[in-house]
């Protein structure tokens, strides 16, 4: 006898929602909590191990009940799994304290519920008699399908297009929808076939009107966790853009992590800029590695002697926001809708590999290597590659972390731009928003020099905050640490090892 059609297209389904689920868990864990590798390595080890349990626990189902407990369990996962993903971000608003808890609870419940789909389809289809080797091979096969669909939609449209909330929502649905189309198809087997419909009936119900109205409860969750009235919400492939306001302080978070604000922004920009600025008497070309905001681009446009600047972030969505939007354009100065500047939305470390440009200045404004996909922006091989980009007498300045509450990622920076041939001129500067900030100057000559005038108007810079940025106090000494290389990432352990450190 042949496969049931319906059951293997329900196998299809359900294997996209068990992977769904997981990849929403852990891409929340780690915009929330950051740290991205520990926290996708150890969601995704539990998950897997409650669906060992949630197998080994199908065995107490009766044969006769399979079909049943399928049915309810699919009703169970959709609306445990659905709204997963909101009552995260309503409890991470209102409380971080527990959230590690019910999120590690959340995963330990919604995997072992997956855990027994697939071994009761597979007894449902046994006991219609259908061939053993036949529902191996199609179950299987349409579970793999259906993990290999749903790892593409996510990232590509799921997440961008719809957030964590509502794709978890969808989801649920489709759980739900499988619960009901089921129970349909086999009526005749099901003597408490109207109890299902109902139960599905009403769980889908509540699973769409939280679909509906996702973007309002997730809006007023991260309203109550940033503080400050949000003015702008997205979800790209890359990191969730919040810019609150209040007053006329208008704030940047990235993955929940502040990036800037507008009341102390030009100390840091001033700083990363200006002093590169005037290492050379004519800077003509300029690269930008990151900057998004375009308040890098802003300070280097200062100076009428620059004719082209090339800006490369990854993330269309941000570069599009501080084009477009009023209020963040107005902080630029409208930078990045200058004719001087060229945006490339591409990897930078992939731009490097392909673009023979060279640049009189390079300046690396990226975020900070708290995951290895970052980490490996900072990396020996990295640097080597932005040195091969550089003009004769050229200049870099790379943005390094704080000296201060991440030593040992700071001085990792250092150590690494060295051990890609490059001389370094190491400084710092207090951002209040931040606290100490570090920087570090590099180029292939030793010939550096610290500035006593700027020729560009500043706001925060003048000739004695300038000498202070080079000054390192007995509280922020160098400290002998590795290099940062591919195989190794040292610059992550260290930026994670520092971090945590500070929290305690």
């Not at 005037?278 to 003509?284: D, F, G, S």
């Not at 790379?398 to 051990?419: D, G, H, K, N």
């Amino acid at each position: 006898m042949c496969v049931n059609p319906a059951l293997i297209v329900s196998v299809f389904i359900v294997a996209s929602c068990g992977l769904a689920y997981e990849l929403i868990m852990a891409a929340l864990a780690s915009y929330l909590l950051g740290d991205s590798i520990l926290q996708f390595s150890s969601i995704i080890g539990l998950y897997l191990f409650a669906m060992g349990i949630g197998a080994h626990l199908t065995r107490y189902i009766k044969d006769e009940d399979a079909l049943m407990r399928f049915i309810e369990i699919e009703i169970l996962v959709g609306i445990i799994g659905g709204i997963s993903a909101l009552a995260l971000f309503v409890l991470f608003g209102f409380s971080a304290a527990p959230f590690r808890i019910i999120l590690y609870g959340l995963v330990l419940i919604v995997g072992t519920v997956v855990g027994m789909e697939i071994p009761l389809v597979m007894r449902v289809l046994n006991q219609h008699k259908a061939d053993f080797k036949e529902i191996v091979s199609r179950v299987l096969t349409f579970d793999y399908l259906g993990a290999l669909a749903v790892s593409l939609l996510f990232p590509l449209v799921l997440a961008p297009k719809l957030g964590m909330a509502r794709s978890a929502l969808l989801f649920g649905i489709l759980n739900v929808a499988v619960a009901l189309i089921t129970a349909r198809i086999f009526k005749a087997d099901l003597p408490k076939y109207n109890r299902l419909r109902w139960r599905g009936g009403l769980v889908m119900l509540a699973l769409l009107a939280g679909f509906w109205y996702a973007d309002n409860i997730t809006y007023k969750a991260e309203q109550n966790y940033f503080g400050d009235p949000i003015v702008y919400s997205s979800s790209s492939p890359y990191q969730r853009l919040v810019v609150t306001q209040w007053h006329k302080d208008t704030r940047l978070f990235i993955n929940g992590n502040l990036q800037f604000s507008s009341a102390d922004e030009a100390r840091y920009h001033e700083a990363l800029v200006l002093p590169i600025m005037e290492q050379l008497p004519v800077v003509k070309d300029v690269l930008i590695l990151g900057g998004g905001d375009g308040l890098a681009a802003r300070e280097v446009l200062k100076y009428p002697q620059v004719e082209h600047i090339t800006l490369v972030d990854l993330d269309p969505e941000m570069t599009k926001l501080f084009r477009t939007s009023q209020a963040l354009s107005s902080l630029n100065q409208q930078s990045l809708n200058n004719s001087k500047v060229q945006i490339h939305n591409t990897d930078a470390a992939k731009w490097l590999e392909t673009s023979r440009q060279q640049f009189d200045v390079i300046i690396i404004d990226l975020p900070d290597p708290s995951n290895f996909s970052l980490g490996k922006l900072y990396s020996v091989p990295m640097y080597r590659m932005v040195k091969r980009h550089l003009k004769t007498g050229g200049k870099i300045v790379v943005q390094s972390t704080s000296p201060y509450f991440a030593p040992q990622a700071f001085w990792c920076i250092v150590t690494t731009l060295e051990t890609a041939g490059l001389k370094t001129l190491p400084y710092h500067v207090y951002v209040p928003s931040f606290g100490e900030w570090g920087y570090v100057m590099a180029s292939t000559t030793d010939d550096f020099k610290i500035p006593t005038s700027y020729q560009v108007p500043t706001r925060f810079l003048d000739k004695t905050t300038t000498a202070q940025m080079f000054v390192f106090p007995k509280d922020m000494p160098r400290l002998n640490v590795e290099a940062n290389h591919l195989n190794t990432q040292k610059l992550v352990e260290y930026f994670e090892s520092d971090w945590r450190a500070v929290m305690r």
